[in-house]
């Protein structure tokens, strides 16, 4: 049975919140994984509105140390030490995450209660687990800035059907012949190549604040889900060049470049909140599988 990467959108604004959307966070949840992507300032009120335990959180990744994507971090902090959380939190970001976590470690009580490990990025690989990988690459920011893509490995599967039409029952020898090892059943030796398939990896890739890059290009490569940051329509190009963000046709461009599958558009300037039909307009002329995230929203791979 494959296993559902679920993936919740927690905050979809840009620097100034909204009444319709917070500061940028994400939470992506596979097993026993709980993986916040960046903090905005109400975060944790975000973890209750969509009935979703920050106790469980896992994994932290910061993007970049900008207050709109980061300012939640304390008080989710200190509200994770106040419940006991008893595992310890893994926090990933750029160069200068040390620092800034020293400074907002700082800023709450009870600090002593919980185990932080911080890890500043610096290789494009920095976790590499037995079912999943967090791979990172520099973006252009003004500020040390990273994109991050999870990546569910290949496995291989045993071919129930297959099993069920060769009669081979369930047994502790299926553990071998899923390893590729030959069994024998009734004096009949059973190739495990027959009966293995090979499932696809799965990736979601998260760009935030970035101007156009080849880079953001290279780490959306065949992404399922790519959440890429369309700060402004094309009427805010200008914009987007001075302050170093994405229009909606660059993401789109950059989802289509990717090979991506489904392209979520987010971290939307206030300037768009009256008619956000603009930029899904002008993203779907480059790249059909365009939605604009909503907070809240739910989906699942």
């Known amino acids: 049975?494959?296993?559902?990467?679920?993936?919740?959108?927690?905050?979809?604004?840009?620097?100034?919140?909204?009444?319709?959307?917070?500061h940028p966070a994400m939470l992506l949840q596979f097993k026993d994984e709980n993986i916040l992507v960046d903090c905005g300032e109400g975060t944790q009120r975000q973890f209750r509105k969509a009935k979703l335990n920050p106790c469980k959180i896992t994994k932290i990744l910061i993007t970049h140390w900008h207050g709109d994507h980061t300012l939640g971090l304390p008080g989710l902090l200190q509200t994770l030490a106040l419940n006991s959380y008893n595992k310890t939190l893994k926090i990933y970001g750029p160069k200068g995450t040390k620092r800034f976590m020293q400074l907002y470690l700082g800023l709450f009580i009870h600090r002593e209660k919980i185990n932080i490990q911080v890890h500043e990025v610096t290789t494009e690989k920095p976790v590499d687990q037995k079912e999943f990988s967090i791979q990172a690459k520099e973006m252009k920011h003004g500020t040390p800035t990273l994109a991050?893509?999870?990546?569910?490995?290949?496995?291989?599967?045993?071919?129930?059907?297959?099993?069920?039409?060769m009669k081979i029952p369930n047994s502790p020898l299926l553990s071998k012949l899923a390893k590729g090892k030959t069994i024998t059943i009734n004096n009949k030796k059973i190739d495990p190549k027959k009966l293995i398939y090979a499932e696809p990896q799965r990736k979601i890739t998260f760009i935030m604040d970035t101007v156009f890059t080849p880079s953001a290009i290279a780490i959306a490569k065949d992404s399922d889900i790519l959440i890429c940051e369309s700060?402004?329509?094309?009427?805010?190009?200008?914009?987007?060049?001075?302050?170093?963000?994405?229009?909606?046709?660059?993401?789109?461009?950059?989802?289509?470049?990717?090979?991506?599958?489904?392209?979520?558009?987010?971290?939307?300037?206030?300037?768009?909140?009256?008619?956000p039909k603009i930029i899904l307009s002008e993203a779907k002329q480059i790249f059909k599988e365009t939605e604009i995230a909503e907070d809240l929203l739910q989906v699942e791979i």
Not at 1 to 6: A, G
Not at 148 to 165: P, Q
Not at 235 to 260: C, E, M, P, R, V
Request: proline share 1%.
């Open 148 to 165: 991050y893509a999870f990546i569910i490995k290949e496995k291989n599967r045993l071919d129930k059907n297959k099993l069920k039409k």
């Open 1 to 22: 049975m494959t296993e559902k990467i679920k993936l919740t959108f927690l905050g979809t604004g840009s620097a100034i919140p909204t009444a319709r959307r917070n």
């Open 231 to 275: 700060t402004y329509n094309n009427q805010g190009k200008d914009f987007a060049k001075q302050y170093l963000h994405l229009t909606s046709t660059q993401a789109a461009t950059i989802a289509k470049k990717s090979n991506s599958k489904k392209l979520f558009l987010t971290h939307l300037s206030q300037r768009n909140e009256a008619n």
